[in-house]
């Protein structure tokens, strides 16, 4: 375990866990990266200064659905007003915001003019006036809204930028593309947490829009629970610490990067995100930190050896990109052997840690596949794949996933998969299990 200490940043550090031993003409190595950043300040997700040092500049923008659906029932748009009201008064003092309404067409709420508000007394109570104009009417176009809220964060100089996003439609007024462009073009930029509220809108885009911008998504079926659900994104926010660190991955000649996923507390395939460090080296981005800790699954491809052969397979470290482009701040690094084996058994023994979150992936996609099979008509398939989800989910300690699939299907034996699809499912149960399905638990110590 390394680690460098830097002022005003958590301090950061890496554990690596794998099974080190390939046998001869092996070629895949796995291991599980733990980063956990330690001393922010934070508690209860509120930074808490110390030593006379300020707290790091953040800005926020809050992206509020007002499109006519917010009207059905009308208690929905006094819900997300009040929730909006909530997230407002959690805001820290000295922290920039900006309230966005979004219909097909987004509008500045909150201060206006393209600018950023100082949080403070004034200008909470002020954005909250503003608030209570709010009215719904109009369609869903969310590439919009993003790409104010992108330009408004932009005019300040915060280096976390930090978006909360409230849908409860589907994405109808602008393409597919359209909203992919604008994720690209944000993307790097800020992170977003995105809900959905009610039964309406559509998992997939929800879910996409925060695996793109490196936030959570999830469900608030009750728009009652808003006001909660929006004061804990907000405390969370609040935590960060630090903006753009990047896993960086070395790897010598030679060697592959088969895959880089984060596997807790949620499964993000990161791969295809890589940017170019230097020849044998490429960072991957983890978004803001506070106090924390991460799992990140990493699987690099080597070149076959002989028995008795060891190699620095990848080295793996957390950095901090220069603002000026210059280079980067290492905060911490670990590496990744291999040694080639005729032992069997060492060579055939599976990390407990790799084996956990392999297991917690096949769950996920488990229940993605049951779900699509279901939605599609395909009983024998739903109820093989959601079968073996709830085995996954039993065997795997996860018991929280267990309760959302025990809303999906009767539970005949956890343990050998065996179920029973349920005649009728409640649409916001089916929701809930779907956005929830990358949640993962950890190994238990």
């Excluded at 009215?135 to 993003?146: E, N, P, V, Y």
């Excluded at 903006?243 to 088969?258: F, I, K, M, N, S």
């Excluded at 803001?288 to 620095?312: F, Q, T």
């Excluded at 395909?378 to 267990?402: F, K, P």
């Amino acid at each position: 375990m390394t680690n460098f200490a830097k002022s005003n940043v958590p301090q950061f550090t890496v554990d690596v866990y794998q099974n080190e031993y390939l046998p001869e003409g092996g070629r895949d190595v796995n291991a599980i990266v733990t980063v956990t950043a330690t001393g922010g300040g934070t508690t209860g997700g509120l930074p808490i200064p110390t030593d006379g040092e300020r707290a790091p500049d953040a800005a926020v923008a809050i992206m509020i659905d007002c499109s006519g659906s917010m009207d059905y029932p009308p208690t929905k748009m006094r819900n997300a007003r009040d929730a909006t009201a909530a997230a407002i008064d959690t805001l820290r003092d000295g922290v920039s915001f900006t309230v966005i309404a979004g219909t097909h067409k987004a509008e500045e709420v909150y201060p206006g003019d393209g600018r950023l508000a100082v949080a403070g007394p004034a200008t909470r109570a002020r954005a909250k006036d503003a608030l209570r104009r709010l009215g719904a009417g109009g369609g869903t176009a969310i590439g919009t809204w993003l790409r104010l809220a992108d330009r408004v964060l932009a005019t300040g100089d915060a280096p976390i930028r930090h978006g909360i996003l409230l849908t409860d439609g589907r994405n109808e007024h602008e393409t597919p593309e359209e909203l992919r462009a604008a994720l690209d073009a944000c993307a790097g930029r800020f992170t977003c947490d995105a809900r959905g509220v009610g039964t309406d809108w559509d998992v997939k885009e929800v879910t996409g829009i925060a695996s793109a911008l490196l936030g959570s998504a999830d469900i608030v079926a009750d728009p009652s629970g808003l006001a909660e659900d929006f004061t804990k994104m907000m405390e969370t926010a609040m935590g960060k610490q630090v903006a753009d660190v990047a896993l960086r991955l070395w790897t010598p000649q030679g060697a592959e990067v088969v895959f880089v996923k984060q596997v807790a507390p949620t499964i993000e395939d990161l791969t295809d995100r890589r940017a170019e460090a230097n020849a044998r080296a490429g960072d991957y981005p983890t978004g803001s930190w506070g106090d924390e800790s991460r799992d990140y699954h990493v699987c690099v491809r080597v070149p076959a050896a002989d028995v008795g052969r060891e190699m620095l397979a990848a080295r793996v470290s957390l950095v901090l990109p220069a603002p000026d482009g210059g280079s980067p701040t290492p905060l911490a690094q670990q590496l990744v052997r291999v040694v080639w084996t005729d032992d069997m058994a060492a060579s055939t023994r599976i990390n407990q840690q790799v084996a956990h979150y392999t297991g917690q992936a096949e769950l996920a996609q488990a229940i993605q596949q049951g779900l699509d099979a279901r939605k599609a008509g395909d009983r024998d398939g739903a109820t093989a794949r959601l079968g073996r989800a709830v085995q996954l989910a039993s065997a795997l300690g996860n018991e929280d996933t267990a309760k959302l699939l025990s809303k999906v299907v009767d539970v005949v034996d956890a343990a050998t998969g065996t179920v029973r699809l349920k005649a009728k499912v409640a649409e916001a149960a089916e929701m809930t299990l779907d956005t929830r399905s990358t949640r993962t638990v950890r190994v238990k110590k």
